[in-house]
């Protein structure tokens, strides 16, 4: 069974660092991985979507890389803002699963200004 | 603009009722699901479905069944709601492998 996991689950960070958020995932059998984020009382929005063949995607400050060989991704968050604030979450479509994503458990994310 | 809509976005019922919550999307995505999200558990998925008619059970439908007559709209049932079911419901659709989620449905059960 694919189980995700991320690490720190909350980080404090002060403006205008750059940082990194960890995903890792037990089944290196994947078809891709996606971040998402999410604001409190909101649904989550896609921020990066990474195909197995891939090893990274980029949209603006954020870069997401992927090592499918050591079930492993990070999201890189450069020059971070108070409007990064958020849980970010990344989940995994395991090879044979259709569609369906299994999920970490987030890390929540605080830019102090 | 195509988006995921959700409804109610909060309720509140009774143990033993039956609930349903609704899902709309306007992409024309065939592929669907409803998930809740619990702190300690992260999001767990329900039930999907890959088209009209089509419908299956995800990690957690003890509970709940889904129908889809059509390709906008998944509706969830919750038969017998009881308070374990307490939680956030989303539900998304899925277009060229990401998906996309709803604002959420919060259902308190009392």
């Known amino acids: 069974k694919q189980e995700v996991t991320q690490i720190p689950a909350a980080l404090s960070v002060p403006e205008g660092e750059n940082l990194v958020l960890n995903c890792s995932f037990t089944?290196?059998?994947?078809?891709?991985l996606q971040w998402f984020r999410q604001d409190p009382g909101k649904g989550l929005t896609s921020l990066l979507l990474i195909q197995s063949s891939q090893r990274e995607q980029t949209s603006g400050r954020l870069n997401a890389s992927l090592d499918k060989s050591s079930g492993r991704s990070t999201l890189y968050i450069a020059a971070s803002q108070p409007g990064d604030s958020a849980t970010y979450l990344c989940?995994?479509?395991?090879?044979?699963?259709?569609?369906?994503?299994?999920f970490g458990e987030g890390t929540q994310l605080t830019v102090n200004p | 603009d195509a988006e995921i809509t959700q409804s109610p976005r909060h309720k509140i019922t009774e143990t033993g009722r039956q609930v349903t919550l609704a899902c709309h999307q306007t992409w024309n995505h065939n592929n669907m699901f409803w998930y809740r999200q619990d702190l300690g558990h992260g999001l767990r998925l329900i039930h999907y479905?890959?088209?009209?008619?089509?419908?299956n059970k995800g990690e957690v439908s003890d509970g709940y069944s889904v129908s889809r007559s059509n390709t906008e709209d998944l509706p969830l049932t919750l038969e017998s709601a009881a308070s374990s079911q307490t939680s956030v419901y989303f539900c998304a659709s899925v277009c060229n492998y990401e998906q996309y989620f709803g604002p959420g449905t919060r259902l308190t059960v009392t």
């Open positions: 989940a995994v479509r395991p090879g044979g699963s259709g569609s369906r994503l299994t």
């Open positions: 089944d290196s059998a994947i078809y891709n």
């Open positions: 479905s890959y088209g009209v008619q089509d419908t």
